[in-house]
Structures are given as structure tokens and as C-alpha cells.
């Protein structure tokens, strides 16, 4: 497989891909591995999360370096998001043990009544590209603490990081009986499917996630999906300071290249503070620099992949055809790399694929709304449900937009933003099941329920 630098088009490397020889080989390692992992005391597998959490900070300048050589995002925000891995990962460290620990919930003379927390077994984690170190370390750092063993499958768009991630955890004391990575694209991930694993955890796109849930139906093992969204953010009439908003709706909309499962994809502004807005967005998206990712000051880079600028080029053109203005960008750079400019469309409405599709790229279509009632009709117009967000100086009226979202994760005064304390899920078409927080910790468990009577 070539992994190629999607700013240059250069082939960084050529890496041979597992077959299902090599796929069985690993199985087998994993299998073997399991046993010994999982009776490890839980402070044990701890000590070696503990030093991949010290590799990790320690090699934070190559691993970015490989991150954003290639997925193509900014040095920057490579470096910030190991940062924001190893802080996750510090999370799990410091609270895995007392949610993984017996929980007694009834003593009495006769009877006692304990939840005990055991791990699944050998679980597949089917993983995507756009951040691959924390939606990774959102699945295999609570896994392998619960005393799971994983197999890895990175994105054929992050494999480089994937193996680095591999390399690092071996150093750090993880056998590799305990953690593998399959290496390929979509093939050998159907591989994995066959395997009779104990768990799937897949991060990826809708369409993906939808065929791995049925195709691994009949195992009756959990399986867990984190989808994409459409995940609208409303500026509400009150607002004192509008550039402020903006600056935060712009970060939101294109950190990442607008390559983030909860990217604010459609922005809806009150009539009242519309021209405002949009006054001040158009001026932070000016203020975008785009070009070599490894450049200081660049903070959008290339696209991951080139078959994305399809699909924006597709929004793009159909949005016009139905009315939309496109005030700035919208068509691909000539030149080397899979560049993009970031595209504002505005007369946008929910006719639009642009309002309606995942666009998962630096592209916006901004909609003005005569009240809250339009937004929130708006705003719930949509098949997913990850993120929702309400800019406005009224908690009350943020609260009450915010409560009637149908969305895993609801913001005020803020968006695009993930917290380890905090559950992580979709719902509807964004997903199943949910990583982060204490919740997230027991993801990767079986809850058995003792009823333990004493014969006196
Ligand atoms: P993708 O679905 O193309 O691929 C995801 C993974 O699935 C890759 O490792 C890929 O090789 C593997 N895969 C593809 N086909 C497969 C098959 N038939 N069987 C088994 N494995 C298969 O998604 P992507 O492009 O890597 O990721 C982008 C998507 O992920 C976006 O929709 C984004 O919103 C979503 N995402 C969601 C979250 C979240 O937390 N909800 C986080 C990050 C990304």
C-alpha cells in the first residue's frame, strides 16, 4: 500500500498489507495473549498505559511530524492533538480503577449483591483517520486497562501513526499477544469481521458503520458505533459580542479542514444579528491560512483525501443550482495537494445537500432564521445526532433549545469540543454506544451480577 502525502502527492512509504495468513497469525498472538493480560491486576496494566503515556508526550515531535505528513493537517494542531490523547489517556489512568473495581450494592446478613466488571475478551478497534490518536485512545486505552486485548485497524489514511501508535505501546511493556495492528484498508477490515472477536468499536462514516453493525449481528457480541453528524449551530439574538461568536463558529467549522465528526456543518443566525455575523465570519475566514501544513502559521492544510473534494465540489454546485450565494472559496486549488478553499454559502436551505449531507471538508452554508422556533425546527432537521450548539448571553434560552435536541452532546457558548469526563455517543444516524467518561470506562466490560446468600 502507498501512503501518500496528501500536501505534496508524494509517496512517503510503501507498507505490505496483512493477508489473511498474517490476519490468522495475529488472531492467534491476541488469543494467546488474552488470558495472561486480563488476569494482570488492574494496577499492573496501568503501569503500562502509564509509560506509553510518557512515550507519547516524550515523541511528540515525531509522531506529529508523521501525523501531518500523512493526513496533512497543520504541525499545530498535531502537536495538540497528541496533547489532547495524552490527556485522555490520564483520565483513564486516574479513573479506570474505581469504576472498574467490585461495586457492592446491597449488604445485608443473608444477602450481598456485587457488580463485577470483566472484560470482553479479544475486541476489534476499526478506526478512522481524521484524529486517529484520540478517537484510538477513546477505544484501545480503556480496552487494554479493562484487560482486553485489541486489534487495532487503523485507517489506511493514518497507518503510519497506527504502527507508530503500535511501536509505542510495545516499548511501553504491552505485549504484542495483547495489541495488534491489521494493516490495509477496507479488506482487511471485512477480515476482522470474520474473526469471532468479542466486541467491534468502529469509528468511521455512516455508510461504513451501518454494514459492519448487520455483518456482525449474528455474533451477538456489542458492537459500537461512532458515526458523522450534520451538527448545526444556532446564534441566538442576544449576543454581546458577535466577533467573538464568529471567531468561535469559524474555529469550529474549519479546524481540521472541517475533517471533524463534530465540525459545526450549518450555521442558522437570527435575523436581528445576521448581517452582523456574517460580516465578522466572512473576516475570520479571510483570515485563514492555507498551504504547506508544515509551514508556521498555515492552519489549513490539505484535505486527507482527494475524493473528498468530490463530494465538497458536488455541494458546492448543487447548493447554486438551488439559489445559494458562494461568498468566498468553493472550487479546488490548482496546483500539488489536495487543497480546498474554504467555501461560505449563504441562501442556503434544507433543500441543499450542503444542509442536509455530511460534507466532512471547509465548507459552510450559513442560513438566517426569523426566530428560535425556526432554528430549533431546523436544527432538528436531520437524520444524525451528535453535537448541537446555541450561542447567546441567555443560559435560559440556551438551556431550553439545548433540552430539546436530540443529540449525544449539546453546547453553550462553545462547539466542536470533546471532554474525557464527559460521555461521547451519537445518536440516530451519529452512532451507538459511548466512549469517554466513567461510562466509557465500563464500555469494554461485562457487568456480572453476583447474588452471593449466606446458607445461616
Ligand atoms: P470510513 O468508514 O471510510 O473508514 C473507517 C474505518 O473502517 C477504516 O479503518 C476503514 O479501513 C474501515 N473499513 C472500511 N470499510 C470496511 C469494511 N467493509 N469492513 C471493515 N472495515 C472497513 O471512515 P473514515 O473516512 O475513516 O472516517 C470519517 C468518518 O468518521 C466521518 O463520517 C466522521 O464524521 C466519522 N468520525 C466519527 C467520530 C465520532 O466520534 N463520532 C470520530 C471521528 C470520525
Redesign the pocket.
Same mark, same amino acid.
Not at 126 to 131: E, L
Not at 202 to 209: E, I, Q, R
Not at 226 to 229: D, T, W
Given at each position: 500500500m502507498e501512503i501518500i502525502n496528501p500536501a505534496t502527492e508524494e509517496i512517503i512509504t510503501q507498507i505490505e498489507v496483512d493477508d489473511q495468513n498474517q490476519i490468522f497469525h495475529k488472531f492467534d498472538l491476541l488469543q494467546r495473549g488474552f488470558i495472561e493480560w486480563s488476569n494482570k491486576s488492574i494496577q499492573e496494566r496501568i503501569s503500562c498505559i502509564r509509560k506509553f503515556h510518557q512515550l507519547l508526550i516524550d515523541e511528540i515531535e515525531s509522531s506529529a511530524d508523521i501525523l501531518t505528513n500523512e493526513v496533512g493537517k497543520p504541525l499545530a494542531q498535531s502537536r495538540s492533538e497528541i496533547i489532547g490523547a495524552s490527556q485522555r489517556i490520564q483520565f483513564f489512568i486516574d479513573k479506570s480503577p474505581q469504576y472498574l473495581e467490585d461495586e457492592w450494592v446491597h449488604r445485608s446478613a443473608r444477602l450481598n449483591e456485587k457488580i463485577s466488571y470483566e472484560p470482553l475478551g479479544i475486541v476489534a478497534n476499526?478506526?478512522?483517520?481524521? =484524529?486517529p490518536y484520540l478517537?484510538g485512545v477513546?477505544v484501545f486505552i480503556p480496552a487494554l486497562i479493562a484487560g482486553n486485548a485489541v486489534f487495532y485497524?487503523? $485507517?489506511? =489514511?493514518s497507518l503510519l501513526t497506527g504502527l507508530n501508535i503500535q511501536k509505542l505501546l510495545f516499548k511501553a511493556g504491552v505485549s504484542e499477544n495483547v495489541f495488534q495492528v491489521a494493516r490495509?484498508?477496507?479488506d482487511? #477490515?471485512?477480515l !476482522? !469481521?470474520d474473526l469471532p472477536l468479542d466486541g467491534y468499536f468502529? +469509528? #468511521?462514516?455512516?455508510? +461504513? #458503520?451501518k =454494514?459492519?453493525y448487520q455483518?456482525v449481528a449474528s455474533k451477538m457480541v456489542p458492537c459500537q458505533l461512532? !458515526?458523522?453528524?450534520k451538527d448545526p449551530l444556532y446564534v441566538a439574538e442576544h449576543n454581546k459580542d458577535l466577533k467573538k461568536v464568529a471567531q468561535a463558529a469559524a474555529d469550529g467549522v474549519f479546524y481540521n479542514n472541517g475533517q471533524?465528526?463534530?465540525a459545526v456543518e450549518r450555521l442558522y443566525v437570527h435575523r436581528n444579528v445576521y448581517d452582523h455575523f456574517l460580516k465578522e465570519f466572512l473576516n475570520e475566514v479571510d483570515k485563514i491560512e492555507m498551504g504547506d501544513p508544515k509551514k508556521p502559521g498555515v492552519n489549513l492544510g490539505p484535505l486527507t483525501?482527494p475524493q473528498q473534494m468530490d463530494v465538497l465540489d458536488l455541494q458546492v454546485k448543487d447548493a447554486i443550482a438551488k439559489g445559494a450565494q458562494l461568498l468566498k472559496g468553493g472550487h479546488r486549488v490548482s496546483g500539488t495537494g489536495y487543497f480546498f478553499q474554504p467555501a461560505v454559502l449563504v441562501d442556503v436551505n434544507h433543500s441543499m445537500s450542503v444542509m442536509k449531507d455530511?460534507s466532512?471538508g471547509p465548507v459552510i452554508g450559513i442560513q438566517k432564521v426569523k426566530n428560535d422556533q425556526e432554528a430549533v425546527e431546523l436544527m432538528k432537521d436531520t437524520k444524525y445526532g !451528535?453535537t448541537a450548539s446555541v450561542y447567546t448571553d441567555h443560559q435560559d434560552i440556551a438551556e431550553k433549545i439545548l433540552r430539546s435536541m436530540d443529540t449525544g452532546t449539546v453546547y453553550w457558548n462553545c462547539c466542536d469540543r470533546v471532554s474525557a469526563r464527559l460521555p461521547?455517543s #451519537?445518536r440516530n444516524h $451519529?452512532?451507538i454506544g459511548i466512549?469517554l467518561s466513567h461510562i466509557g470506562i465500563r464500555t469494554f466490560t461485562h457487568p456480572k451480577a453476583y447474588h452471593l446468600q449466606n446458607p445461616k
Open positions: 476499526i478506526s478512522a483517520w481524521n =484524529y478517537v477513546n485497524k487503523p $485507517s489506511e =489514511y490495509g484498508g477496507a482487511v #477490515g471485512e !476482522l !469481521l468502529f +469509528t #468511521g462514516s455512516n455508510a +461504513t #458503520g =454494514y459492519i455483518k461512532e !458515526l458523522g453528524g471533524s465528526c463534530c483525501r455530511e466532512f !451528535l461521547w #451519537g $451519529s452512532g466512549t
